[in-house]
């Protein structure tokens, strides 16, 4: 059964273009898996889509033919199959037996094949398939990390090029986002306290952000913490940007702060809590319709509006004045190249065409937070990718084209006293092998 759950997602993810952790759990309701069952599933699924690159080299070589090739239902059940076979504990025996029988059900008359195609596959174990497969790293280290680790070229080139060329560094980060990612609650200032939160759960304060708890096990599930609006689930280093912007030194008023790309909500939670500690109010502007909803949902109780509209109406919108606000987030819409451990089926969907559009509308929105923000106050741009195009490039680009005088502000002393691996400044790009967190970039500017 969790095997037929795996199965089901993966083939809707690449049927259908689903997101895997929107049907993943429908599926699991309708086959009515709980417990390991479910675990075991889920654990197929994600493990599958993540190391998919390479699943699909080792089936090339066993099939004899291009994957590509392969009927697509026969396909998917051999990918789960040399899943099993590759990176889990599950018996070889257990492993070919049970996808062909998966087969026997999706793909009428593939058994014979699936049989010996697996038996090739387990004839060796991954580090030999990778040694056989992959270029030698000496002449070609992206594409061996690329196969080795499972992640197109254009990623693996674009995280060397972000680690400042350190390929020994980039393969960490790489096997960091095969992982199973951490579930991170942020304890909402005013409402809890993080390690109090910690004991009521049964998690563990987190390394950095004051408001950080690690959850044991991985799911949420049903905390009334969260029922009761006191916490929310955050990444930590998305606690870390946006704690950062409301901690920067600030002379004169301090009391509208405004968040241009809010939905679906989480750093408009946290900075709304603050706000509301400090007197301030917050603006949070987002373009999606559904998105604004659940900005709304987010932030209930908390000195929040909410604006559907788009965020570079600013100074045509009464509601978004130029000069209007001392602290002003843009959480750019990205490639999400920093958040690959949560979306596993993102790294394959990327394109590198998809840059263009996206840092255009990074710098116009960023520009709209420079005409946003008062004459002094500080804007923090901050992107869930590492990808240097979306970050240095479009930061540099848009505070030079923008026509309003800005200065960097150093990032770092804004990030908790003693946080190791934050570079030479002033912008910080945090990391999942480095700080256990997804790959957030930050930069903070103040208007002149
Ligand atoms: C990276 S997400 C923001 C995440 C959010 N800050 C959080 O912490 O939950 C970027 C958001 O910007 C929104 N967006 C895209 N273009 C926009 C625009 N022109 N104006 C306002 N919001 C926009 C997207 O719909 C998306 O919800």
Redesign the pocket.
């Known amino acids: 059964m969790p095997r037929q759950a795996a199965y089901e997602a993966v083939a809707a993810v690449h049927r259908d273009d689903a997101y895997a952790n929107l049907v993943l759990p429908a599926i699991l309701r309708d086959l009515r898996l709980h417990g390991r069952d479910a675990a075991f599933a889920t654990e197929l699924t994600y493990g599958t889509l993540r190391v998919l690159g390479t699943l699909d080299a080792i089936l090339t070589t066993a099939a004899g033919r291009d994957v590509q090739r392969i009927d697509p239902p026969v396909r998917d059940a051999l990918r789960i199959g040399a899943y099993q076979l590759l990176y889990t504990r599950v018996p070889a025996h257990a492993a070919v037996s049970s996808t062909v029988d998966l087969v026997r059900s999706v793909g009428q008359g593939a058994t014979g094949f699936a049989n010996a195609v697996l038996r090739e596959v387990a004839g060796k174990d991954l580090d030999t398939w990778v040694t056989q497969l992959a270029p030698p790293m000496e002449t070609d280290p992206v594409g061996h990390l690329a196969l080795a680790y499972s992640h197109p070229e254009w990623i693996v080139r674009a995280f060397a090029e972000a680690l400042g060329g350190d390929l020994a560094e980039t393969g960490r980060l790489l096997i960091e986002d095969n992982e199973r990612p951490p579930v991170h609650l942020c304890a909402r200032p005013g409402r809890a306290d993080a390690v109090d939160l910690a004991d009521e759960v049964g998690g563990a304060p987190g390394a950095f952000s004051p408001y950080a708890v690690y959850l044991p096990g991985g799911a949420p599930g049903e905390l009334a913490a969260l029922a009761d609006g006191r916490a929310h689930v955050?990444d930590e280093g998305?606690q870390l940007v946006?704690n950062a912007l409301a901690v920067a030194p600030l002379d004169g008023a301090d009391a509208r702060w405004l968040?241009?790309?809010?939905?679906?909500?989480?750093?408009?939670?946290?900075l709304g809590a603050l706000a509301a500690q400090r007197g301030a109010s917050l603006t949070a502007?987002?373009?999606?319709e559904h998105?604004a909803r659940l900005?709304e949902q987010?932030v209930r109780g908390l000195p929040v509006t909410v604006l559907h509209?788009?965020?570079?109406?600013v100074g045509a919108d009464r509601d978004l004045p130029e000069g209007g606000f001392d602290r002003v987030?843009v959480?750019?819409?990205?490639t999400?190249l920093g958040s690959l451990r949560r979306r596993p089926e993102s790294r394959w969907r990327r394109q590198p065409s998809d840059l263009p559009p996206l840092t255009r509308?990074q710098r116009?929105?960023l520009t709209?937070a420079l005409r946003a923000v008062r004459p002094g106050g500080v804007v923090a741009y901050?992107?869930?990718s590492p990808h240097t195009v979306e970050t240095h490039v479009t930061v540099t680009e848009a505070a030079r084209r923008s026509g309003v005088p800005v200065d960097f502000v150093d990032a770092r002393p804004l990030l908790p006293a003693g946080m190791p691996g934050l570079g030479d400044g002033p912008t910080v790009q945090l990391w999942p092998h480095r700080h256990g967190t997804d790959a957030m970039f930050l930069a903070v500017l103040r208007r002149g």
Not at 259 to 270: I, V
Not at 331 to 334: F, K, S, V
């Open positions: 955050q998305s946006a968040d241009l790309c809010a939905g679906p909500g989480g750093k408009a939670g946290l502007v987002e373009v999606a998105r900005v987010a509209t788009d965020g570079r109406t987030l959480d750019a819409p990205c999400g509308l116009e929105l709209a901050v992107t869930c």
